[in-house]
């Protein structure tokens, strides 16, 4: 009706939008960007966008110089023998805990977005590597022999810890898995603005066929659940971000999933009926861990 007009092009109406042009808009939304410099910050949200990147980047890398994560990580212990460490940043972990402890429950863990991811991972048995042919276990020797990290007389990136930073909203996990490197970073809360998942993945043994097979398949994923994706060579990383807390967790279970699932397969990407039976098998999985979350 006529009310619904009454402020429109009024002075406060006008100065509303002149003031909101300069605060909400969000021009910084990729952190890898070359623009992605204090210079090319226009509005208070690229402003707040800019400062919490950066504040997090600092944050780890204050850990790497001073070696924060071994003073201070909680091997958690829970479903999985692996080795996962936790970082209480804030509020991630429930008050009263052992302060003394070196270990940590994973239900003693309040973080929401971690969780999430650890729901996701823990969700489906992993069934070990697939069966490799010849041809293919060929291709992983020869580009192990390629690949400094793998010298033992050289500090090996592969063997490092694999370690939950959390807080109550926030969770950043850096993973090393066998030959694959990924890191899931995410804000979880009632402020939509704010809350975003971001995923990086990087890594791989085979041949660059092999490993462009691979990423392919995980983009196709991820865009499947709304990821914005950006798949590189051997490479990828995607984002999702202003979404309701219960669309961001279902993505975070499936990037849980993945984590765990899509390691070592690049080995058997050289077959097209492997590639079809791991891509099957993966959907399944992911439709039963999120009913209907998938994008058709």
Same mark, same amino acid.
């Given at each position: 009706?006529?009310?619904?007009?009454?402020?429109?092009?009024?002075?406060?109406?006008?100065?509303?939008?002149?003031?909101?042009?300069?605060?909400?808009?969000?021009?910084?939304?990729?952190?890898?960007?070359?623009?992605?410099?204090?210079?090319?910050?226009?509005?208070?949200?690229?402003?707040?966008?800019?400062?919490?990147?950066?504040?997090?980047?600092?944050?780890?890398?204050?850990?790497?110089?001073?070696?924060?994560?071994?003073?201070?990580?909680?091997?958690?212990?829970?479903?999985?023998?692996?080795?996962?460490?936790?970082?209480?940043?804030?509020?991630?972990?429930?008050?009263?805990?052992?302060?003394?402890?070196?270990?940590?429950?994973?239900?003693?863990?309040?973080?929401?977005?971690?969780?999430?991811?650890?729901?996701?991972?823990?969700?489906?048995?992993?069934?070990?590597?697939?069966?490799?042919?010849?041809?293919?276990?060929?291709?992983?020797?020869?580009?192990?022999?390629?690949?400094?990290?793998?010298?033992?007389?050289?500090?090996?990136?592969?063997?490092?810890?694999?370690?939950?930073?959390?807080?109550?909203?926030?969770?950043?996990?850096?993973?090393?898995?066998?030959?694959?490197?990924?890191?899931?970073?995410?804000?979880?809360?009632?402020?939509?603005?704010?809350?975003?998942?971001?995923?990086?993945?990087?890594?791989?043994?085979? #041949?660059?066929?092999?490993?462009?097979? =691979? &990423?392919?398949?995980?983009?196709? @994923?991820? *865009? !499947?659940?709304?990821?914005? $994706?950006?798949?590189?060579?051997?490479?990828?990383?995607?984002?999702?971000?202003?979404?309701?807390? #219960?669309?961001?967790?279902?993505?975070? =279970? &499936?990037?849980?999933?993945?984590? @765990?699932? *899509? !390691?070592?397969?690049?080995? $058997?990407?050289?077959?097209?009926?492997?590639?079809?039976?791991?891509?099957?098998?993966?959907?399944? #999985?992911?439709?039963?861990?999120?009913?209907?979350?998938?994008?058709?």
């Amino acid at each position: 009706g006529p009310g619904r007009q009454l402020m429109a092009n009024s002075p406060v109406h006008r100065l509303l939008s002149e003031v909101m042009a300069e605060i909400t808009p969000l021009g910084l939304t990729d952190p890898a960007s070359p623009f992605f410099t204090p210079g090319n910050c226009r509005t208070l949200h690229d402003v707040t966008r800019f400062c919490h990147e950066k504040a997090v980047q600092e944050m780890f890398g204050f850990g790497g110089r001073l070696g924060f994560p071994e003073r201070l990580a909680r091997q958690m212990v829970g479903e999985m023998p692996s080795q996962w460490w936790a970082i209480d940043l804030a509020d991630g972990f429930r008050p009263g805990i052992d302060a003394k402890s070196r270990y940590i429950a994973v239900t003693d863990i309040v973080s929401r977005p971690m969780l999430a991811l650890w729901a996701g991972i823990t969700a489906v048995p992993w069934d070990g590597p697939p069966p490799v042919s010849l041809r293919g276990l060929g291709s992983i020797f020869f580009q192990s022999t390629m690949n400094p990290s793998l010298d033992p007389a050289v500090r090996s990136s592969m063997a490092a810890k694999s370690y939950f930073l959390v807080s109550k909203d926030f969770c950043n996990l850096s993973v090393r898995l066998g030959y694959h490197f990924s890191m899931v970073e995410a804000y979880v809360s009632d402020m939509l603005t704010e809350s975003y998942v971001s995923f990086q993945f990087k890594g791989g043994a085979a #041949d660059a066929g092999r490993k462009a097979t =691979r &990423v392919a398949l995980i983009a196709e @994923i991820l *865009t !499947r659940y709304g990821f914005r $994706v950006e798949p590189k060579a051997d490479s990828l990383t995607a984002r999702l971000e202003k979404r309701p807390t #219960d669309v961001l967790e279902t993505r975070l =279970r &499936v990037l849980g999933y993945l984590l @765990i699932h *899509t !390691r070592q397969i690049d080995m $058997v990407m050289a077959d097209p009926g492997m590639v079809a039976h791991y891509r099957t098998k993966i959907l399944a #999985d992911l439709e039963a861990l999120a009913p209907g979350a998938a994008e058709q």
